[in-house]
Each structure stands twice: as structure tokens, then as C-alpha cells.
């Protein structure tokens, strides 16, 4: 064999591999663009803020990103272009993203009083259905039709940038970091979103009927998007929540004109019924969230205690 | 100009390139055995980075942790680019994505026979990363060197991102051989699956090889099968003792005569069983392709549809 510059390179890729990084390297903990996220996770809950309502708070936002990340996930290996594969993965890491740190302020800020904090994994594996805080739309099956995914991701992006970008002010550091990094996320997203609704309305006879079809199966969980739950409502007051309903007008405005550009028209179905007035911010799901969770826990569940 | 040169002259300077250890560029002129050689490897490469998404996105949606979640997902996505950065110089030989993509899921062309397997247990995950991952490296970090320029430009990004891929493998199997019993099982056990898979990676014993003299004075390859086998057992074997596991062969044993491990034969009608289409997941595979291939007709149809109407309105 030849010694050579490229033995050095080979032997280089092996080398330092025996002394890799312990699994606590906070490097990894929360990939890159969040560097001193521990550091703010753990900041004092704002005055006059109520924890449970922050951390609620937290895990709404949190679990809307968790699963929809989730959902994202399941596109893996099953888009219809390369470019395809690599744009949903990479949406899905963005909320995966937030969601992270979003559970983690919220299992801090519960945890603030008792000293019992619990930990993201925590949060995302062993809390049942009814513990999660997901809108509908979140959770919904896209059954890897690509005008489904794309029809949740336009709501669900242009309804979360309108959020985010309100929450840039907020008086919690954690909701505001997670905002100030999230929007340029999002943005991408919405535009990504956009761009295919335009491409799919506007394209073929089939692909026009089918995104018509994929806007209509969403719609009846857009109205859930604008409900004002009491915990938000308490946290617009101290001025770390924003209230959803103050973002409908901009949301409809952005949804209108995607829609209309890409000739395809706003439903008219009527909205979701809720379960005694309870949905998804109240712990009321669809059918479809236990699902999602047995496959997101099983292994998790399956070795308690054990740290990976 | 080049009409004035004849066939001889243009395989002259062709060689002289290739001697010179200089680089062959799409507008060259290039033997058309060259040429197709090349297709050849380059879309089974590219194939087998979109093929090897399957067994570990296998594990995404049920990863046990957000972290080690959010890491597998970034390394499966990593792999979809590595295919578009190969299928693109593949596409400088003047063939195209489609007409690739087309050959896979027909059959006719190949990817590496270790997305065959299974992939069982999130240990997989990290073997995957270590063994699998690790011999890719092994076989790459001499193409970064190859010949035809498009492919090595390609090599050197790609192998920047397979050795961290195999950091991250390892560094979960070190968690694991740490945590409980049960999570040790799974790495030994997972191991004792894709040791000699892994092996089986660097193709056929050299005296089966016999495209291999002919890569080699072209420049694309750069070592035989039997040295970079050697070469990649030499490197993890002392990897495996720093996790304590066993590698499945009792035959493994330093040899201080040769400066390298000896270690058993692979099983070679296994591999061509593999290779002729007959290992655990090979129909698997394909069908997961094509079903996603053709199920996404529409969605290229359309935004084709879009483009020509957005032209037209120009
Ligand atoms: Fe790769
Ligand atoms: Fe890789």
C-alpha cells in the first residue's frame, strides 16, 4: 500500500474515533445555531409570570413542533424528488429543532418549584395523549400524499411565523430566543410551502384537483389555530404569550393570496367540532395523536431508565 | 480543432493526463470504455446513498431520544444530498437523474449489497454508522484522487460528512455499551450481523475482481479490494476492544510477520447471493424505491407543467 496523503486522510477518519466525545457534549445536545441555550433554558421565569401557565405555555408550542416534525419524518426516503427529500428532512429538523428547546423550558419551569424537573425526553416519551398540548393540525395523517404535507405546512408554517414573530418581544428569554431563531426558520418554510401550493394548483388537471382536495381535508382544523385557551389568555397579560386570535386577519391575508395565485379556491367546510369545547390545547386530540405516539415512545418505553 | 486529431493522438494526451495523475474534465476527450465505466460506478454509488436511506430512516420516527432523533435524521438527509451531488456528476457524463433512477428500479444497475440487510435494532443505527459508514470511507477517501474530476470533487465533500457520520455511530454505541445489559446485548448482537456484511463491502476477493486492473490503470480506483479489506479490519479491530465487544471471527488475531490482522474468509456465495438479488431486503428495497418514485410522478409532472406555463407567460 502507498503512503500517501490520502493513507494520512483515511487513518485520520479513525483516528480520534476511540476518544469521540462523551454523550453529554452539549455540542450535540441541541445541534448547532443554539449555543447557549442551556444557559437561557435554565433563566429565572420573567416577574409576575405564573410557571405552570409558562410552562403549559411552552409545551404548546413545543408539542406542535414535536409532532409535526413527526409527521414530517415519516417523508423520509418516501419524497417524490431528491430535493424533495432533503427540503422536508430539513423542515422537520428545524421544528425537531424547537421543539427540543421548547420542552426543555417547559420541564424547567415546572420543575422550578418542586426541584423535579423533568427533561425533553421526558416530555416527549412518557407523557400519555391527553398530556400533549398539539393543535389538531399537527397530528393530522398527511398518508404521504405530497399535497397533504404541503397543505399542512402552509397553514401550519404561515400560522407559526405570524406567532413567532409576535413573540419576538416576549418577556420570556427562552420563548424569545426560540423566536428569533425560528422565524428565518419558518419563513423558509412558508415559502417552500408556498412555492409547491403555486406549482401544484397551477400545473397539471390532476395536481390542480388533488391540491384543491389536500387544502379542503386541512381546512376544518384551521379555525382550532385561532382559539384563545385561558393560559394563553393569562400570558398575553404578563406579556409573554401572543394571542392567536390577533393573528388570523395576517394569517387569512398570506393564505388568500397563495390560494388565489395558485388558482385554487378558499373551502368553505365547516370547522372541526371540539370535544365540550375542548381541543388539542386542552389535551382533546383526534384519534390519530395515539398513533403517532405509539410509534414516537415504543422504544423509548421499552428499555426505562436507559440513557442513549 | 480536435476534428484534426485522430483517435491516437487523443488517446495519447488522454494518457498522459491519467500519468501525470492530472484530471479528466467533462469536455475532455475520454476512451468511451472510460466513460462508461465510470456511469457505471458513479450511478451505483449514487444509488446506493439513496437505497441506504431505508434502513435507517427505518429507525427515525422511533429514534429513543430527541437528540440521537434530530442526529439520524440529519445523517439520512446528509445522504439524500451526497445522491444529488453523485447523480449530478454522473449527469456530466451525459447521462441523466431519471434515466438512473429508472435503471435502479428496473434492475439494471446495482448499489452496495449491505442495504440488503435488515436493519433491527437501534444498535443498527450505530454499527451502521461505524462499520458501514466506516467502510465507505475506507473506499472513498481514495476517490477524492480519482481521475475524473467531477467524481473526486464530489468524493471530498462526501467523505468530510461519512467520517463524521461514523463519529456519531460510534459515539451512540459507546452510550450504549455504557448504559444497561440489555442495551450492551444490542450492540454485540447487531455487530455479530453486519461484521461480515461489512467485510463483504469491499466486492469480491481480488483474484474475482477482474475490472479491477483495468480501474486502476485508469485512475479511478486506487487500491485493490483485498487492501482496503485489509486496511478497514486493521482500523476496527481496536475500535471494538475499546467498546468491548467481540468481532464475530475466531480467526481474528494480530499477525506481527505481516504488521496486520489475519482474519477469516467471508462467506463469497453469500455476497454473490446478495449481489444477484437474492439477500434479506433486496425486493424490499426496490419496491420502496419505485413505490416512492412513482407515486411521486405527479408532483414532477406538475411542477414541469408550472415551469413550461410560467415560460410561456414570460
Ligand atoms: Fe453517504
Ligand atoms: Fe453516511
Redesign the interface.
Known sequence: ?RTTQ?DH???N??Q???D????DDPR????TGVEDVQAEITSPVPDGVDAADLARYCLMLGDDA?ICA?RL??W???????????AL??T??DL??Q??VL?ARAGHVEGSGTGTARD??AL??LRAEPEFRNVALAELPDS?D?GRAIARLLVFSTWRLALLHRLLASRDPVLAAVAGKGVKELAYHRDYAARWT???G???P??HR?MQAAVDAVWPYVEELFRTSDVERRLVGAGVAVDPADVRAEVDGVLDEVLSRATLTRPTVPPAGTVGGRGGRQGAHTEHLGHVLA??Q???RQ?P???? | MTATLDEQELQGRFEDVIAADQRIEPRDWMPEAYRRTLVRQIAQHAHSEIIGMQPEGNWILRAPSLRRKAILLAKVQDEAGHGMYLYAAAETLGVDRAELTDKLVTGKQKYSSIFNYPALSYADVGVIGWLVDGAAICNQVPLCRCSYGPYARAMIRICKEESFHQRQGYELLLAMVNGTDAQREMVQESTNRFWWPSLMMFGPPDADSPNTSQSMAWGIKRHTNDELRQRFVDMTVPQAEALGITLPDPGLAWNEERGHYDFSEPDWTELQAVISGSGPCNAQRIAHRKRAHDEGEWVREAAAAYARKQESRR
Open positions: 500500500m490520502e486522510d483515511a487513518t477518519a479513525y480520534s474515533l476511540a469521540t466525545v462523551g454523550h450535540w445536545a441541541f445541534g414535536l413527526q419524518a415519516e423520509v426516503s418516501n419524497a417524490p424528488e431528491l430535493e424533495e427529500e432533503v428532512a430539513n422537520a429538523l425537531l429543532g421543539a427540543r420542552l425533553e425526553d416527549a416519551y404521504l405530497f403555486l406549482r401544484l397551477d400545473g397539471t390532476e395536481s388533488r410509534e414516537l415504543s422504544l423509548a428499555h431508565g436507559a440513557s442513549w
